[in-house]
Each structure stands twice: as structure tokens, then as C-alpha cells.
């Protein structure tokens, strides 16, 4: 079970950062990822981070504002987002998936329930 927090209202340049508490241990996961969907858009799968290595992508519309993190101990995943624009205006999902990472959200095995978020 995955359980998201943190979204919430902010101005435009603002930052927010998103947690994501996995239930059990963190590294039964192979693969987590943070994915988004705006009102009337497709899901768009914005950051990764393998459990076991730390190694991370990040989609181009995120790159360089916004930091996938893991905290092991604390068994949850950050989403640090600085320089929020209007177009990051969404709901937030944490997701988690075994053996390899993906680029397709439905392979995705876990999900949390999201967490908005709100750029005006």
C-alpha cells in the first residue's frame, strides 16, 4: 500500500514536496515512480527511482526542477518540486512495480490514492 502527502495550493516559482509512505519494506520494490494526470490529459510518468540503487530519471518537463528521493529507514519516496508552473497543476500518484522499470503507468502494481496539486 502506498499513501501520498504533501500536495497542496501554491503560487507560480513556488515549491512543494511530495512523501510517499510504502508499506512494509521499501526495497520489496524494485521501481518507483511518480505519475501525474492533469484534468482532460493522459497520465504522464514524471520521475523514477530504483528501491535497491538510487538511480533516477526524469521526464523533460520536470528535469531540473523537480528531485526523486528514498529514505529506506523511513520506507517512503520525495518528490522535492521547485519552480512550480501552472502546467504542473495535477493530481499525484506514487506508484510501485517489481523486476525493471517502466515507462508504461499500467504495469505498474501498486498505487496510492494521489495527492493534488495546485500551481496558480
Not at 22 to 37: A, D, E, K, P, Y
Request: charged fraction near 15%; charge should be positive.
Amino acid at each position: 500500500q502506498l499513501v501520498e502527502s504533501g500536495g497542496g495550493s501554491v503560487q507560480a516559482g513556488g515549491s512543494l514536496r511530495l512523501s510517499c509512505l510504502v508499506s512494509g519494506n521499501i526495497r520489496s520494490w524494485h521501481c518507483l515512480t511518480w505519475i501525474r494526470q492533469a484534468p482532460g490529459k493522459e497520465r504522464e510518468g514524471i520521475a523514477r527511482i530504483t528501491a535497491g540503487g538510487g538511480s533516477t530519471w526524469y521526464a523533460d518537463s520536470v528535469k531540473d526542477r523537480f528531485t526523486i528521493s528514498q529514505d529506506n529507514a523511513k520506507n517512503t519516496v520525495y518528490l522535492q518540486m521547485n519552480g512550480l508552473k501552472p502546467e504542473d497543476t495535477a493530481m499525484y500518484y506514487c506508484a510501485a512495480k517489481n523486476y525493471f522499470c517502466s515507462s508504461l503507468s499500467y504495469q505498474y502494481n501498486s498505487w496510492g490514492q494521489g495527492t493534488q496539486v495546485t500551481v496558480s
